[in-house]
C-alpha cells in the first residue's frame, strides 16, 4: 500500500527552526517529484515548496524563499522541509505529497497525513 507518513510537527517560537519528514513506501519514489503544501484554518491551501526527482532542482513559495528548504533523500524515499526564522504566519497544517504536472493541472496522487506546526511565543 502507498504510504506517506510525516513527523516533525509541533511548537515552535517565533525565531525558530522546526524540520519535517515524510517517509514513502508503496511506490518508486525516486522517479516522483515531492512537495509540501500548507493549510490555515479558513484559508485556502497553498504550495510551499516543489523538489524534483533528479538535478536538485527546488521551487519555493515568495512567503517562504530564503528561510524554509526542501531536500530529499531517495535512499531513504523521504522527503525533508526545514523551516527557520519561523513566523506566527507559518501556522498551518503541513502536507507532503506527490508533485506531477500534467496537460490538465498538477497531479497530486499520494498525500501524507498533515500534522500541525503552530509558531506562537
Known amino acids: 500500500q502507498v504510504q506517506l507518513v510525516e513527523s516533525g510537527g509541533g511548537l515552535v517560537q517565533p525565531g525558530g527552526s522546526l524540520r519535517l519528514s515524510c517517509a514513502a513506501s508503496g511506490f518508486t519514489f525516486s522517479s516522483y517529484a515531492m512537495s509540501w503544501y500548507r493549510q490555515a484554518p479558513g484559508k485556502e491551501r497553498e504550495l510551499v515548496a516543489v523538489s524534483l526527482s533528479l538535478g536538485g532542482i527546488t521551487n519555493y513559495a515568495d512567503s517562504v524563499k530564503g528561510r524554509f528548504t526542501i531536500s530529499r533523500d531517495n535512499a531513504k524515499n523521504t522527503v525533508y522541509l526545514q523551516m527557520g526564522c519561523l513566523k506566527p504566519e507559518d501556522t498551518a497544517v503541513y502536507y507532503c505529497?506527490?508533485?506531477?504536472?500534467?496537460?490538465?493541472?498538477?497531479?497530486?496522487?499520494?498525500w501524507g497525513q498533515g500534522p500541525q506546526v503552530t509558531v506562537s511565543s
Open positions: 505529497s506527490t508533485w506531477r504536472p500534467t496537460a490538465t493541472g498538477v497531479k497530486n496522487e499520494y
